[in-house]
């Protein structure tokens, strides 16, 4: 039965159209300081449903603030976000992961002595509602919520091709796998919005096609919206619908890849020209 | 043990049907998926097979038409095929990793009308063949994933077609009971792919009663029974894994699992912990090759342990015993590790394996047996008794299965010749093949034997690749190449010499065990290229090749290597799908290596296409090292 449920959610999810249409996240003028550092200086963007957006700018631009912002570690000093309807000076972290925003990290997050499929079962702590002193009785309702979510888990591990290292303690995987593996768990949480910081860093091209093919189908198939920073700009061309470019905290481009591509602010900015 | 009247039951369908009445509860197919073995009964197999054909029978596949299968072993496959015996049609089952111009021919030249393409993947080879393709007009997938944006207008979901069977069923309950009735066994059933180390492959016609009599055949030399698990790993076109899939899984009720993928397979085998086991020579290998390469990372006293544990077994079984000693310090534990600890039998089949690896898992306890056969005979028709030690024959042929020695020279080889009343029907459209092959009702083996004192088929090698150096001194490069291969860091190795005055060999080091010992040692290295450049392991396997030139004689030893850029690939034509070397590409491929190796220059030049896993085609240059095997005897060294 809990199997026969979790298929539906599936397609139904699935069944989601590639509409770009309505905003499921709107962030205005979003500053962000560091001391007298600033890392964000009055971004505005929205993210639309279904999309791939790309984060793209020179190293120190702001990326990886920014999406600390979206899913509510860092707290802007000024501008507000809006998500679900609510729309909040900045974003506090539990809503964001219990409303479906889940998130990758630049520097693997993982729990390295744990295996993949105990990595992947924390994405869905979140989906737990019994507690501790259920979760010490081996029967009752909590084994239950522990087999619904250990197949919605295995879905997953079939999805991402990791079958061959459920069992191994992550830490001993090579670095693209472990990257599969974060992806996997942002994925377990089911999310609405994922996102990714720096997906395919460090890896070889074989390891960046999987892992674009990944992205893409995590897109296509669940109707997952994806907000990506990535520095690959073959990757990003290649699999964004939509590029934000960042340089010194702040926006200087939003358009589709060809757009950006031809964007003279984009040229100056990663070829270098002098700020004056 | 009893099996089936194969004058009642002689198709599959048949067959299938008489065990979901007698034994409808009791499983037959397991497979892993998402994590968990799901259970098909018999009573279940059949109900998915009459969905499948009436469904086929419903999109207008009927008798003399062709089914393609195409995808990885699973359950719906091995119903797909069935269900396609129901209607009277023929199957063919295609590799999985089969590139699309391949996909391509064999469609194109037994005009499939449908085909099985289990995902994404090989619906996309179909679907980009277009014109190759034409008498296609149906394609079945059934993984979803991916299929969502592919509007091929022949491209159809298995479970719509199931649902259609379904309500066909409900519609007219006898429908398929009749068709089933109306199968015949004479009627060809199983088209099968020969290996084609030549060519492109031919396909053999294999009738349904033809097929069934065989396996019984088989199955009085090896019995099989319900209580028997067998894992289903290698690639279902190849016969074997049809007469044991289908023919040991229907006739022996024999209970066939399928593995989670292809990377979980050694976790699966450990868990099922099967009963019966087919792999090929290079799995075995492969399997070895892990097991030395783990040892390394293992502490002193447990490398200690298995060291002298190997030692004492090998001693022991060349011995005719096995060693109770080792038994319980290693073999045991190692049984249990790799998922062999319930095997009763095991068999290796398909080219000719290394006497040490073949060793190796007689001292784990792995009764290991070697068969042989060709697709046109329906697969094996010799396997060992295993009752002595045996690392030459491939055993006595089956009851009623005539071999003998054709123009035997004066040791008593020659080429052997075959026949038996159940062998194949002739290559499908190809008169002039089948003429070739089969004379006088013998079928021509093309494989150079003799039978040993005890009347044991001892098989050599392919007669034309039995070579003669200038020198007159005639040599088995195959025989060579698995003494070579028995070292872990040789992945793969082909020994040349014919017509020249001494033997050299193109070596491919084994990437995974090189590459660990390369990092154990602190040699970098970024690629397969580069590691097998480096000098330090071209004095590790010059160190292996001295070891094999040891126990040859002295006309037989290899003088000069070296070690190739890449590892020999069936893309790229050099193995044929089911992994044999393919001497005639290797040779023309790589002619300007052989050149080198025998002007005497010190380095080799290499400018060639290759084909890219996705069938795009670029050019590589490369340059090789040459190295000198030092031409005194190891003996001789150590002495002075």
Sequence with gaps: MAEAEILQTFDTQAAAQRSFGEPVLTLENISLGFGGVKAIDDVSFEVRKGEVLAIIGPNGAGKSSMLNCINGFYKPQSGSITFRGRKMPSMDPHFAASNGIARTFQNIALFRGMSTLDNLMTGRVLKMDRGFIWQCLYWGPAQREELENRAYVERVIDFLEIQAIRRTPVGRLPYGLQKRVELGRALAMEPEILLLDEPMAGMNVEEKQDMSRFVLEVNEEFGTTIVLIEHDMGVVMDISDRVVVLDYGRKIADGTPDEVRANQHVIDAYLGVAHD | ?640
Aim: charged share 25%.
């Design chain 2, 1 to 640: 043990m009893n099996y089936p009247d194969p004058a009642i039951y002689d198709t599959l369908p048949k067959l299938l049907r008489h065990n979901a009445q007698s034994h409808p509860g009791e499983v037959a197919l397991r497979l892993k998926e998402f994590g968990i073995w799901h259970e098909t009964t018999w009573a279940e197999y059949l109900a998915k097979v009459r969905r499948m054909a009436l469904g086929l029978r419903e999109l207008g596949i009927g008798a003399g038409d062709v089914v393609a299968l195409l995808g990885d072993n699973d359950v719906d496959w091995v119903s797909m095929e069935i269900a396609a015996h129901a209607v009277g049609a023929m199957t063919l089952g295609i590799y999985r990793d089969a590139l699309e111009e391949e996909v391509g021919y064999l469609v194109d030249y037994a005009g499939a009308k449908a085909v099985f393409a289990q995902n994404q993947e090989q619906v996309d080879k179909l679907v980009s063949l277009v014109d190759k393709a034409r008498t296609v007009e149906h394609i079945v997938y059934s993984e979803t994933r991916g299929m969502r944006t592919q509007d091929d207008p022949r491209v159809l979901d298995l479970a719509v077609l199931e649902q259609r069977g379904e309500a066909l069923h409900k519609a007219d309950p006898a429908a398929f009971d009749a068709m089933v009735e109306a199968t015949s066994g004479d009627a060809v059933a199983i088209l099968c792919t020969t290996s084609g180390t030549t060519s492109n492959p031919k396909l053999a016609m294999l009738s349904g009663s033809r097929f069934i009599r065989h396996v019984i055949t088989y199955l009085k030399a090896d019995p099989k029974d319900h209580t028997d698990e067998y894992v289903s790993v290698l690639p279902l076109p190849w016969i074997m894994e049809q007469i044991y899939c289908l023919g040991f899984g229907q006739i022996a009720r024999m209970t066939v699992n399928f593995p989670e993928s292809q990377d979980t397979m050694f976790q699966d085998l450990r868990e099922i912990g099967p009963t019966f086991l087919l792999l090929a020579p290079r799995l075995w290998e492969q399997i070895a090759a892990d097991m030395r390469a783990r040892i390394m990372d293992a502490s002193a006293i447990n490398q200690w342990i298995f060291d002298k544990g190997i030692k004492l077994g090998m001693k022991a079984i060349e011995e005719g015993r096995r060693s109770g000693l080792a038994d319980v310090m290693l073999f045991s534990a190692l049984r249990d590790r790799l998922g062999f600890s319930r095997v009763r039998s095991a068999a290796t089949g398909g080219s000719a394996m290394g006497p040490e690896t073949f060793k190796l898992f007689l001292a784990m306890g792995v009764p290991l047996k070697q068969l042989y056969g060709q697709t046109e005979m329906l697969g094996a028709y010799t396997l060992q008794a295993g009752s002595e030690l045996d690392v030459d024959t491939v055993g006595p042929p089956f009851e009623g299965c005539e071999v003998k020695i054709l123009n035997p020279d004066v040791e008593g080889v020659g080429e052997i010749v075959t026949r038996h009343d159940n062998m194949f029907l002739g290559y499908f459209r190809n008169e002039e093949a089948t003429r070739a092959d089969m004379r006088d009702g013998w079928m021509h083996t093309g494989d150079a034997g003799y039978f040993d004192s005890k009347q044991r088929l001892v098989v050599i090698d392919r007669l034309k690749d039995i070579a003669e150096t200038s020198g007159g001194v005639r040599f088995s490069p195959q025989y060579i190449e698995n003494k070579l291969k028995f070292s872990p860091y040789v992945g793969e190795a082909v020994i040349l010499g014919s017509g020249h005055e001494f033997l050299t060999a193109i070596i491919c080091v084994r990437f995974s065990i090189v590459a660990k010992w390369a990092e154990k040692n602190r040699i970098g290295f970024t690629s397969y290229t580069g590691l097998s450049a480096e000098p330090r392991v071209y004095d590790l396997i010059r160190g292996e090749v001295e070891h094999v030139n040891a126990s040859l004689p002295e006309k037989q030893r290899i003088r000069r290597f070296l070690l190739l850029y890449k590892e020999l690939d069936a893309d790229d034509g050099e193995l044929t799908r089911t992994r044999k070397v393919r001497r005639g590409v290797v040779g023309e491929r790589y002619g300007q290596l052989i050149e080198a190796l025998y002007n005497g220059a010190q380095s080799a030049h290499l400018d060639t296409e290759v084909t890219f896993e996705d069938g795009r085609k670029g050019r590589v240059k490369a340059d090789m090292r040459i190295m000198d095997v030092g031409g005194a005897p190891t003996e001789l060294q150590k002495a002075s």
